[in-house]
């Protein structure tokens, strides 16, 4: 049983693979609350599935790119049922789940991009050739910068539409679609350590003045 999660988008995403196909999925769209969505996620799956934790044989987990807070997220809980259920984890480029469904789904033909909001007016972004695998990036930069009339996955087309006017589907990535990749062994696989591509928004404290 291959459990499989991501929260590097607003998307906290969670399913089950049993080896020949996804038995159990659940999604919540809330970029605010990845911390307060994924346990319960978790918890929803196996029990759609009647499967006990201890029956996991794997974790597949998102690494990114996405932002700091929700990124941490999956990636500590992947860490912590590694290391309690003693299983392997896996992680992949999020930006890769993407490129995969909309292969599958037949959204997209020939060359295309995958783009997701990485904030501050930017976006995550890569390139990806007609079967799914990827060219370019992952790297962050301004929509106008990479701006383009070919066919464009991810909720980074939704926002940018004067940069990205072919906005294709899915916007989001699925946790399905994570573990069938990783379930059929379709996956490049990455340490469970995240793509952040830049510093965190948060910083340490300076060192105070001192007084005279």
Known sequence: MLLAFDTATPAVTVALFDGARVVAERTTVDAMRHGELLAPGIAGVLEDA???????????????????????????????????????????????????EAVEAA????????????????????????????????????????????????????????????????EHPSAAVLAWLVGEERAELHPPDPMYLRRPDTAAPHQPKRVS
Request: hydrophobic share 40%; net charge positive.
């Open 50 to 100: 009647q499967v006990d934790r201890r029956d996991l044989t794997g974790v597949a987990v998102g690494v990114g790119p996405g932002p700091f807070t929700g990124l941490r997220v999956g990636l500590v809980t992947a860490r912590t049922l590694g290391a309690v259920l003693r299983i392997p984890v896996y992680g992949v480029c999020t930006l890769d789940v993407l490129a995969a």
């Open 107 to 170: 959204t997209v033909g020939g060359g295309f991009h995958v783009a997701t909001d990485a904030r501050r007016k930017e976006v995550y972004w890569a390139t990806y050739d007609a079967d799914g695998t990827r060219r370019t990036g992952p790297e962050v930069v301004k929509p106008a910068t990479v701006a383009t009339d070919g066919p464009v996955v991810g909720r980074g087309a939704a926002l940018y539409p004067e940069a990205f006017p072919d906005a294709r589907i899915p």
